[in-house]
């Protein structure tokens, strides 16, 4: 068994994702967090390096054409796909998998079940990877996809981005939808390490980026909450489509970092220095992989809304549409 599905189904009520998503909704991080920008705002930070698929041409209306940006000059593209396909079929299986069975076993606290449905996770014939969320009350079916090995990873004393460019959910009744894009490295969670890239909840036009490394409760990436911005605004996120972006930067190893993007602008940061050298190379000096998916309910969305979601109000039907997603690295 893969080291993703031995984390994800190792405690009930402990897993990566859920739980521990209250704590950030509901109080700051006790750990040290370095906020850059507000997304969509232009920063040092985010116009001095904007990732390169935030620096290819935008299709706003996120129509057939898109493609992956190639890598800037020095840079090597380590993992790509546009999601081209027939319409109604599954992904290309060579790169991606899907985790089935219920969000229940995942420890997060979501209440629907992943299937690999071509109603559930699916292309649409249009170059883009949907994943839907079906169901109503206690009752929903969604999908999980991941790459099939850890295979995108920084080399020493270089520097790895992972983008994919995302229309987040927008249902009429968001209550319960957990749309995220991240990464999961192999092993024991949270020492194995996991960086959520983009996570939004109840569809209010949000997102967070977040780490994950350590021990678990506590350790020095505050676990089970671990270090991240909160959630910040992300106009038109619901509406359009929008790069989200990491660069983990190992060039000063004394002290490496992992920025996060919004269309290429800079809103977030954690370095090595927070956590320890230790926790943050088992965390993420090694190759991830890659994971897609749209949970419902859970303890993010619930701790947000301090309520229990999906409520009677959530809507069936809301998608998440990537459009493409691509690693490049830096030596």
């Given amino acids: 068994m893969n080291g993703l599905l031995q984390r994800v189904r190792r405690i009930p009520g402990k897993g990566s994702r859920g739980a521990q998503r209250w704590v950030l909704a509901t109080a700051a991080l006790s750990a040290p967090a370095v906020i850059l920008t507000a997304p969509g705002a232009a920063s040092a930070a985010g116009s001095a390096r904007p990732a390169p698929a935030a620096r290819a041409a935008q299709n706003p209306a996120g129509l057939r054409g898109d493609i992956v940006p190639p890598p800037p000059p020095g840079w090597t593209t380590q993992f790509k796909d546009d999601f081209n396909g027939r319409a109604h079929t599954a992904p290309n299986s060579a790169k991606w998998m899907y985790d089935v069975g ?3 076993s995942f420890g997060t ?27 109503s009350g206690t009752s929903w079916t969604s999908a999980r996809l991941q790459t099939t090995s850890a295979n995108v990873g920084a080399p020493a004393g270089g520097k ?20 995220a894009f991240w990464m999961l490295g192999p092993g024991q969670w949270p020492e194995n390490g996991e960086i959520d890239i983009m996570e939004d909840v109840n569809a209010l036009s949000e997102l967070s980026g977040t780490v994950h490394c350590g021990t678990y409760p506590g350790g020095p990436c505050n676990e089970p909450g671990g270090i991240g911005s909160g959630l910040v605004a992300c106009p038109g996120c619901q509406t359009g489509f929008h790069v989200y972006t990491m660069i983990l930067d190992r060039t000063n190893s004394p002290n490496e970092s992992i920025t996060f993007y919004l269309d290429g602008n800079a809103y977030f940061k954690v370095t090595e220095s927070q956590v320890g050298t230790s926790a943050w190379q088992a965390a ?7 994971i897609f998916d ?10 947000v809304c301090g309520c229990t979601t999906p409520t009677s109000a959530t809507t069936s039907g809301g998608t998440m549409s990537v459009a493409y997603v691509a690693a490049y690295t830096k030596a």
């Fill in 284 to 290: 993420f000096d090694h190759k991830m992989s890659i």
């Fill in 294 to 303: 749209l949970a419902m309910g859970g303890g993010y969305p619930n701790g």
């Fill in 160 to 179: 790895l981005e992972v983008t994919a460019k995302i229309k987040q959910p927008d249902p009429n009744g968001g209550l319960g939808y957990w749309p």
């Fill in 102 to 104: 219920p969000g229940s």
């Fill in 109 to 135: 606290g979501e209440i629907e079940t992943m299937t690999n449905s071509a109603s559930n996770g699916y292309l649409d014939g249009h170059g883009h990877l949907h994943i839907t969320a079906l169901g």
